[in-house]
């Protein structure tokens, strides 16, 4: 049913994703397999404790050199998952740079296109278009609003001094010494306090 009108549907699984999945499906097979040489060092090694209790020397050495055997393999196991975990972070960020490459492309490609539509001598002509449309509304501005030139304000400023000044007449100082009397304080009268009658 997933082909219902014969078109394939194309899948967003890429070759590196399914590298990515075998390489971390290896990595835990390589874990189990460390498990189970770990459980079974450790009951070959209470076997071989049995076997030196019983007296069976020999036995107990065999087991502990297939121990020390198996002691390798986790060690080379080690080693291997290591390798493996290392591939997969190479793949992964190797995945992330491929994306930031193709960005950065599609960032040119449209910087380009975008560059062959306005020259820079469009780009001066715009500005310089700009320019004027400000100057030309800055006079229709100053024609509405009536605005002086900077003669006229610095004019209109003499004039406002010269008013000032003419305005700050003060009266002459006098010359005799101000007299020194103090005035003597006036008594306060006391005064009759109105009378309150009772209501009947």
């Known amino acids: 049913m997933g082909n ?3 078109r394939k549907r194309r899948s967003r699984v890429t070759e590196q994703d ?3 999945l075998q390489l ?5 097979k390589l874990r189990q397999y460390q498990k189970r040489i770990s459980l079974n060092m450790e009951r070959e090694r209470a076997l071989a404790r049995q076997l030196l209790k019983e007296g069976k020397k020999e036995k107990a050495l065999l087991l502990l050199k297939k121990k020390r055997y198996q002691e390798q393999l986790l060690d080379r196991t080690d080693n291997q998952i290591s390798n493996l975990e290392r591939m997969v972070q190479d793949i992964e960020f190797t995945q992330i740079e491929m994306k930031v490459i193709e960005g950065l492309k599609i960032g040119n490609e449209c ?9 820079i001598e469009e780009v001066e002509r715009i500005i310089g278009e700009t320019q004027d449309a400000v100057e030309y509304q800055r006079q229709i501005d100053e024609l ?5 030139t900077e003669e006229d304000e610095d004019a209109i400023l003499e004039e406002l001094n010269t008013i000032t000044q003419e305005q700050l ?12 009397k103090v005035a003597e304080p006036t008594p306060i009268k006391n005064r009759p306090k109105p009378e309150l009658v009772a209501a009947s």
């Open 24 to 28: 971390k499906q290896q990595r835990d």
């Open 18 to 20: 399914k590298a990515v």
């Open 111 to 119: 910087l380009n296109k975008m560059h062959q539509v306005m020259s």
């Open 144 to 148: 509405l609003a009536g605005s002086l």
């Open 4 to 6: 219902l009108f014969g």
């Open 169 to 180: 007449e003060l009266p002459e100082v006098p010359s005799e010494p101000l007299p020194t």
